[in-house]
């Protein structure tokens, strides 16, 4: 690990190296202090540690629309929808926040037409939280069509192949209208396998967009503008913050060791938002390591292409032993997917039906839930010691990606014993978790 101080910042810049690769890690801490902002219930955003276990915190965060326990897991509705279920059915999982994206929200249906029906809970019939990104993942994501300029970034929609110009106060304005809870401020994105110049250009850039940000923002008592950690650390009173540029192809120890150190020089009052996490083992790593909030497609993606998150594992329906297996998903499970169908039928489903689809992202997503349910019970009731990290906690084929077992127990129990001071009964329970072959898949 080396370091590296970059000119005109009051912060040295930390640069981790993963395989050869230097990726900056740079907090640009850049939404205005508001000094005369009372807390209280007129604020957009109140967050209250309920209890702690070394890093690891249970919260309470109160928005507009809804009062949030943390840790918590919020499903991806690209266009104001999570394919397959109803709003209905995600309030009865106990879906707290639902991620709207800007980029997507702008081109169908528009952020006009969504604030003249009265904004995105209004027209999606939500009445809990929203959260709209930036739309500058969209650099990334959609880099093949995207153009980066000081201005903003130039896409060709892939709807009609005219241009789109996203500038920072555009995509402000543009989450103004949807009306969302939580917005997030436009930064140069860029994946933390790149090296050279760009990344240095990208850190500037970004924080140049974001006095253009707050500038623009002209709703700040009704939505949260959220800065990223991604980019130079730089010396402003920020009131919320988000970890941005991870699972991008970095491995996944280098992923965890930089939520470690970012987690470490955040304000301990203050929510701290992973995003793109959605792999269960890293929520339960990094809510250890003292972050809040995490979004991924991962559930409901997996979900469609027949495959349920289980206590044992992943369990993939397609597979034909599956045709005549009368048991539930998962028998402990108290979902209504669990209680009412077989492993047979929606194998059946699954490869005949749209409802193979829906019913594994209802079971997948209800899985999330209560995993984040569980982490907050855990702490609160001073149980997080003993939480049975991976008797809920799996990944899609048994191990971490590019680790062999029993390495990446090692690994794990390595991150534990430096970053997190955790009793040896955790530790141990870790390395036997994960060292033997706990991955229920059938090979």
């Not at 994501?141 to 995207?146: G, I, Q």
């Not at 993606?301 to 998962?330: N, W």
Request: glycine share 6%.
């Amino acid at each position: 690990m080396g370091f590296y101080a970059l000119p005109h910042l009051s912060f040295t810049c930390i640069i981790f190296s993963f395989d050869f690769r230097f990726v900056y890690t740079h907090i640009w801490l850049g939404i205005r202090a508001v000094a005369d902002q009372k807390e209280d219930f007129s604020m957009a955003l109140r967050f209250e540690v309920l209890a702690r276990f070394n890093r690891a915190r249970a919260a309470q965060m109160t928005l507009p629309h809804f009062v949030c326990q943390t840790p918590l897991f919020m499903p991806v509705g690209t266009q104001g929808t999570i394919k397959g279920l109803t709003t209905s059915q995600l309030e009865e999982i106990g879906c707290q926040i639902i991620l709207g994206n800007t980029y997507h929200l702008a081109l169908r249906p528009t952020s006009e037409l969504i604030d003249e029906l009265g904004g995105l809970h209004k027209y999606m019939n939500w009445p809990r939280a929203l959260l709209t990104d930036s739309g500058g993942f969209q650099m990334v994501s959609l880099l093949h069509l995207a153009d980066i300029t000081e201005e903003g970034v130039t896409f060709q929609s892939p709807v009609d192949g005219k241009p789109m110009l996203l500038t920072p106060e555009e995509s402000i304005q543009i989450q103004n209208r949807i009306g969302a809870d939580i917005i997030m401020a436009l930064d140069d994105v860029v994946r933390t396998t790149i090296i050279g110049p760009r990344i240095e250009e990208a850190m500037y850039r970004t924080l140049r967009w974001i006095d253009r940000c707050i500038a623009a923002h002209n709703r700040p008592d009704e939505q949260n503008l959220f800065g990223i950690v991604q980019g130079g650390l730089v010396d402003r009173n920020l009131l919320h913050y988000a970890i941005g540029g991870l699972a991008g192809g970095e491995d996944k120890d280098s992923f965890w060791r930089v939520v470690a150190q970012c987690t470490a020089a955040l304000p301990e009052d203050k929510p701290r938002y992973v995003m793109g996490v959605g792999y269960p083992l890293d929520i339960v790593v990094c809510s250890a390591l003292g972050a809040d909030m995490y979004d991924c497609v991962y559930p409901t993606r997996t979900a469609r292409f027949g495959t349920a998150l289980i206590p044992e594992g992943v369990l993939k329906l397609k597979h034909q032993a599956m045709a005549e297996d009368t048991r539930p998903i998962d028998p402990t499970c108290a979902c209504m997917v669990c209680k009412n169908y077989t492993r047979a039928y929606i194998h059946f489903l699954v490869a005949k039906d749209a409802m193979g689809s829906q019913l594994l992202s209802y079971h997948n997503l209800y899985y999330m839930m209560k995993l984040s349910r569980d982490l907050h019970s855990s702490i609160i009731e001073k149980r997080f010691p003993e939480y049975d990290f991976f008797a809920c906690i799996r990944f899609t084929n048994g191990f971490v990606k590019d680790m062999d077992p029993p390495d990446d127990a090692m690994v794990i129990c390595y991150l534990f014993h430096t970053l997190i001071p955790l009793p040896s009964k955790l530790i141990n329970s870790l390395h036997h978790y994960i060292s033997k072959t706990f991955c229920m898949c059938l090979q």
